[in-house]
């Protein structure tokens, strides 16, 4: 597994990805995606498998010294092989190293294996958002503290 930074051309693949990650709904049109990937403040981290994507992590920056995972999307045949804990060590050092204090992220309310997943790394459930996505689903907001 090879984690790099996003290139131009890699938009329609990743698209394509958060739409067979996530229902409608949660997922992002690629017009909403490309616009996340190009803020001043964004960083987008692309892993591969032997020349293929197999997930990807949007992150930003938000005062004050405050991260925000945007998304993070593992195709499915590549789950729970280590690729999401790469792509999160990757933000998590860059949070660090930007000298920011904490990074949050939203996870639906259903999604039980993805609230382990970051609960198991350190964060931790603050906020519950009714109608969070526009498909009226409701979302956690997880934190976790930097060291």
């Known amino acids: 597994m090879r984690i790099r930074t996003f290139g131009p051309a890699d938009l329609p693949t990743l698209s394509e990805i958060d739409q067979k990650c996530f229902p409608p709904g949660v997922s992002y049109p690629q017009d909403v995606l490309a616009a996340f990937i190009a803020h001043r403040s964004s960083r987008t981290w692309v892993a591969e498998h032997e020349g293929s994507i197999a997930g990807f992590l949007i992150a930003d920056r938000e005062p004050p010294r405050i991260g925000h995972i945007t ?77």
């Not at 609230?115 to 459930?125: D, I, L, N, S, T």
């Not at 009714?130 to 976790?144: C, F, I, R």
Request: hydrophobic share 40%; no cysteine.
């Open 71 to 147: 998304t993070i999307d593992v195709l499915e045949g590549f789950r729970r092989r280590g690729v999401g804990t790469e792509l999160m060590d990757v933000a998590e050092n860059w949070a660090r190293n930007a000298g920011l204090r904490l990074i949050y992220l939203e996870t639906a309310e259903d999604n039980l294996v993805a609230q382990a997943f970051y609960e198991a790394r350190g964060y931790k459930k603050v906020d519950k958002v009714e109608g969070y996505y526009s498909n009226g689903q409701a979302a956690w907001v997880m934190v976790k503290h930097l060291k």
